[in-house]
Every structure is written in C-alpha cells, then in structure tokens.
C-alpha cells in the first residue's frame, strides 16, 4: 500500500499545534505494517538544507500559480516530498501568519499550490523506473490539504482513491468567491454541494466532499460533529456522508515521547521506579522559581491560550487551585487577554504560579515529566495529544469529558477506584464550577499516596503508541479498493 500524506505542517520540521506530531507519527507506524508513505508539506525556510540537498523530481509551471516543484528528502525516518516554490513559502515565522500576526493574504493561493501538486503525484506519480512511486492513496490533513482530492477528482480519471482527515473543524479555511479563478476553478463547483460555504469558499468542504472516505481524530469527536453544537455547520455534510465517515484515535510517537529515555528530563524513569520521577519536579519547581512542598500537587498547563481550550475557566477558578495549597506552571500562547491574566496571577503568586509565554519543546518533555497533573479543560477537544502525553509521563490528566479526551482518559469515579482502572479525572458539562470541583477532586485522590501511585503507574502503562489506529487506518485503504473512480460527492 502506498500513501501520500499531504499536510501543511510536520514534527519536528515546522509545528504549531499537534497536527505537526500526527503527520510525523503516523507514517512512521504505517511503515512498520508494510505500507509505503510519502509526506507532502510545503518548502518553508526552515526546511532550505532538505530541499539544497534533496533530489527534484517534479517542475510544473502552473499558470495560477506559478513555477512549483517538489524536491524529495529523507530525514528523521521520514521520507518527504517538498513543494518548493519560493514565492509562496520563502517567508520567516509561522506557516500562516504575517508579521501583523494575520493570515498571508495569499494563504489561498499558498495552499492551493499545495493541492494541486498532491494532485498531480497522485495521478502521475514521481521518478522513473525502479525507483519510480506513485500512491494508491492521497491522505488529506485538514483544510490547508482540502484541495487535494477536490483537484484530483474534477481532473481526468485518476486510480489514487482519497481520504480527508478532520483534525479540527474549527479551522475550515474560508475565502471569498472571487478567487475561484485563481484558484483554477470555474462557478460550476461553487454550489452547497460543492465547496460553497455560507458564501464562501471553504477548503475543508472541498475536502470533504470529493474525498472517498473522511476521518476524524477520535471516535466521541467523530459523534460531536454530527450535531450542531460541534459540527460548526458541517453536521449536514457529514450526516449525509456518514457511511463514508469513522473516528479513529490519534497516537503518540513512543520513541519521542519516552520518559525512560527522554534526554530533556532531569531524571529518567519508568512505572517500576517512581521515586526518580521527583528530580524533575524539583527541576521543573527551580525553572519556574517556586516553592511548592512535596505534599501539594503540582498542576501544569501545555497549550494554545484560547477559549477553546477553556482556558478562561483555569484562570476563573485559580483561587480555589491555590486555596488547596496547589501550584501551576503554564506553558503556551494566544489570546492577549489570556496571556495577560495569567501573568497577572503569576506575578501576584510569584511561588506557586509560574507563566512562560511561548513554546519550548524540551521544557513541555519536563513539565510532563515533573508536574504531579495536567489540566486540559477544553469546550471542545477533537482528539488532542497532551493527556497521552501525560499519560506517558504519569502526569494524570485532569480533563473535559469531550472528544478524544474522554476515549482517552478513565476517570477517578467511585466505579473506576473500586475496579482500580482510573487513570485520570473527568468532569462535564464544561463549565468553572465542575473544573474547580474535579479539582478538589485531583487534590484529594494526591493526599492519598498509594491510591496515586497507582494510578500513576497505570496510566504510563495505557496504551498511547500508534499500533491499533494504524491498522484501524490501512484497513480503511485497503477497503477504498471498492470505490467507484468517479469519488463521492453529495
């Protein structure tokens, strides 16, 4: 089987949210089940040592969009394809914001460019000879890749079948009916059951709807998007085309995520030696300046600053958190006025409250490795990677019970303390006043050492690598052999 996966981002090559770990990960597991897997991403400057010493292998001189090429490379056990086109990509920063902190105004062009020519290999295939490769499958990642299969389909007859994958249907990539022609598109696609949106041009929808099968990222997210609280207007979409849809878990990279070898822990350790754990929360205490004893947990914070993520209740109910003699060490970046509260409480609890603004890949390692729990209060979470992190680390998950955060984690319910399954703490309907109760919950479960050890051993023992979700995914190729070549459109 061989697959093209087609994505604006990948770890560790250029990352903004776990999007990027999935596009890593994933191939890598489907390598070890005998499946072939290319990564298409675009050429951004980080990335300029790859495409100088890769090899060129395709040049199509597209009339909308200009001189584009792909130039493949191997590294970090990936094997990548690189749309190389200067004028698009060649530009500092995140992948899709300017300076001002606003989108490219060209991002619909930007990411068109990379449809079009995951199209391409998808029909013709790259290189010659032996060393020739062209993919039975194009996997779409979100609405940066939504054009693919759009394009793919609306050419001529193509074998390559095509699967979208929802990582968060928030972000539908929406942009005005003027740039059809740009776009090379005619008025012909643009009606309800093409990739109109609500009057507007929706990569995403372009994804969904000329896609042979779409996925999302886990099983409860996968339910969420057919009603209309989640479904932000895609719910009619995916109904109609629910025989196509399934949720399939996301995973973690065991041998990235790896608290027994992870060189950014100040101690490494494992479920069989715990105590060592506790260098790193004196580490982790040290980096953040706190004073926090031993018998007061440690809660940790990875995460985009947004309302999303329900952030705005943590930094509501902070009093309580402290009121339990608790401390909190965030990490992460978004919304000023969030970023703004919670430095306010830092600096009005200097000890117990410690706030980095940005992002920093090997402390995230030693937050996980050091913090007694991670809250992940979020209003909606499609599958979201850091409590399997967390679990990895016996870092317990205190979490929203929405989308992949409630397949993932097993709360500390009286049914689960008696069976001695639970793994973490849940709490729902996602409001201030359940996440301050679950955490007085997770302080008490802490004053009980035997009862949190346990779980603690039990959740870096819960399964979070890739095995069963990559299987559970080149099934879905193999099957999409009993496709019509015309793909499915509603």
């Known amino acids: 089987m061989k697959v093209l996966f087609v994505a604006s981002e990948c770890a560790p090559f250029v990352k903004t949210g776990g999007l990027a770990d999935v596009v890593s990960a994933l191939p890598k597991a489907l390598k070890e089940t005998g499946a072939s897997v290319r990564v298409m991403i675009p050429a951004y400057p980080a990335l300029a040592s790859l495409v100088a010493s890769g090899r060129e292998l395709l040049r199509e001189d597209d009339g909308f969009l200009g001189d584009l090429r792909i130039t493949a490379a191997s590294a970090e056990g990936l094997e990548l394809l690189l749309v190389t086109a200067p004028h698009l990509y060649n530009r500092p920063g995140n992948p899709y914001l300017g300076p001002d902190g606003r989108d490219w105004p060209d ?23 032996k060393s020739s490769w062209r993919p039975d499958v194009l996997h779409a990642h979100d609405w940066q890749a939504g054009l693919g299969p759009a394009f793919l389909r609306l050419g001529p007859p193509a074998a390559a079948r095509t699967v979208t994958t929802i990582h968060n249907i928030a972000f539908q990539g929406l942009f005005g009916p003027e740039q059809l022609a740009l776009l090379n598109l005619t008025p012909t696609e643009f009606h309800i059951e093409g990739l109109e949106y609500f009057g507007n041009i929706s990569f995403l929808k372009a994804g969904l709807v000329w896609a042979d099968r779409i996925t999302t ?52 350790f494992g479920p069989n030696d715990l105590p060592e754990r506790s260098a790193n929360r004196r580490e982790l205490l040290d980096r953040f300046g706190l004073d926090l004893g031993s018998n007061a947990p440690l809660f940790c914070v990875v995460s985009r600053l947004t309302r999303q993520k329900g952030l705005d209740m943590l930094l509501e109910v902070l009093p309580r958190l402290l009121a339990r003699g608790a401390g909190l060490v965030l990490l992460g970046t978004g919304d000023g006025d969030l970023e703004a509260g919670f ?30 729990c991670i ?16 679990l990895r680390y016996g870092c317990l998950p205190l979490v929203a019970r929405v989308g992949g955060l409630a397949d993932t984690v097993i709360d500390l319910n009286e049914a689960a303390r008696a069976a001695g399954v639970a793994t973490g703490f849940q709490f729902s309907p996602t409001t201030s006043t359940n996440l301050a109760s679950a955490i007085d919950r997770c302080c008490d479960a802490f004053r009980d050492r035997e009862l949190w050890e346990g779980m603690m051993r039990r959740a870096m023992r819960h399964p979070v690598g890739w095995d ?18 015309s793909g499915k459109c509603i």
């Open 217 to 268: 990222v886990s099983p409860t997210y996968a339910r969420e998007l057919l009603s209309p609280e989640f479904g932000m207007g895609f719910e009619g979409i995916l109904g109609a085309r629910a025989g196509d849809f399934t949720g399939i878990l996301n995973g973690v990279d065991l041998d990235v995520w790896n608290p027994v070898a992870d060189p950014a822990l100040a101690a490494n």
């Open 375 to 390: 809250v992940i209060p979020s209003r909606f979470e499609p599958c979201g990677l850091t409590q399997l992190y967390g």
């Open 343 to 372: 430095k306010a409480a830092a600096a009005d609890s200097p000890t117990r409250i410690g706030v980095r603004i940005g992002y920093d890949e090997s402390l995230s390692h030693l937050m996980q490795g050091g913090a007694d």
């Open 468 to 485: 069963s979700s990559a299987e559970a995914y080149l099934a879905l190729y193999s099957g999409l052999s009993a496709v019509p070549e």
């Open 107 to 129: 991002n619909h062009l930007r990411f068109a460019a990379l449809g079009r020519m995951a199209a391409i290999v998808a029909r013709k295939g790259i290189g010659r000879g």
